[in-house]
T-cell receptor, first 116, second 112 residues
Framework: DTGVSQDPRHKITKRGQNVTFRCDPISEHNRLYWYRQTLGQGPEFLTY????????KSRLLSDRFSAERPKGSFSTLEIQRTEQGDSAMYLC??????????????FGEGSRLTVL | GEDVEQSLFLSVREGDSSVINCTYT??????LYWYKQEPGAGLQLLTYIFSNMDMKQDQRLTVLLNKKDKHLSLRIADTQTGDSAIYFC????????????FGQGTELSVKP
């Protein structure tokens, strides 16, 4: 399967622990996005990368959140000192970027975080 | 500012047409999208429309765009029980790195 893959699919952790999620985008896509989705809401933009450069971060991304894409391929999203309010589905998406494409984002199935 | 709004629920009978509505606020939107999310699954693109179009048809799906009123709709003809899902409207803005701004989603329930 050459779609966007995310790992782990589910993570249960205790408040105060650190968690890390990984996203492998579609291989020829140079843009990678992280979104957060809570129950009954649409996905909210967190951050995005063009190759290895992180070009935008939402105000939703507090100092406890950090995202990297070191070689312009896979990306990690780390949440430090988790809080119960961090419980959500974390979605990764990728796109080819560039001119002339439709801007469609290809989403992974998400990583569900539960903070106890 | 960026804001996309949708009604939260729609219930129809199998075989009827469904119409899901969306309003957006940013007039610089370039593309507008409809995504579908089934329980426990990621978002899947259904269709999109470029901002200089007012209608697009794709099999059972018809998208209507009214730029003046900043209103987007998705019509599903002959709705089936397999169409039950949450439908998200989204916009992308010119020179915003391709990020999408999503509505809160409309839950479509199709009754047999």
């Amino acid at each position: 399967d050459t779609g966007v893959s995310q790992d782990p699919r589910h993570k249960i952790t205790k408040r105060g622990q650190n968690v890390t999620f990984r996203c492998d985008p579609i291989s020829e896509h140079n843009r990678l996005y992280w979104y957060r989705q809570t129950l009954g809401q649409g996905p909210e933009f967190l951050t995005y990368f063009q190759n290895e450069a992180q070009l935008e971060k939402s105000r939703l991304l507090s100092d406890r959140f950090s995202a990297e894409r070191p070689k312009g391929s896979f990306s990690t999203l780390e949440i430090q000192r988790t809080e119960q309010g961090d419980s959500a589905m974390y979605l990764c998406a990728s796109s080819p970027g560039g001119q002339g494409n439709t801007g469609e984002l290809f989403f992974g199935e998400g990583s569900r975080l539960t903070v106890l | 500012g960026e804001d996309v709004e949708q009604s939260l629920f729609l219930s129809v009978r199998e075989g009827d047409s469904s119409v899901i509505n969306c309003t957006y606020t940013d007039s610089s939107s370039t593309y507008l999208y409809w995504y579908k999310q089934e329980p426990g699954a990621g978002l899947q693109l259904l269709t999109y429309i470029f901002s200089n179009m007012d209608m697009k048809q794709d099999q059972r799906l018809t998208v209507l765009l009214n730029k003046k009123d900043k209103h987007l709709s998705l019509r599903i003809a002959d709705t089936q029980t397999g169409d039950s899902a949450i439908y998200f409207c989204a916009e992308t803005l010119y020179n915003q790195g391709g990020k999408l701004i999503f509505g809160q989603g409309t839950e479509l329930s199709v009754k047999p």
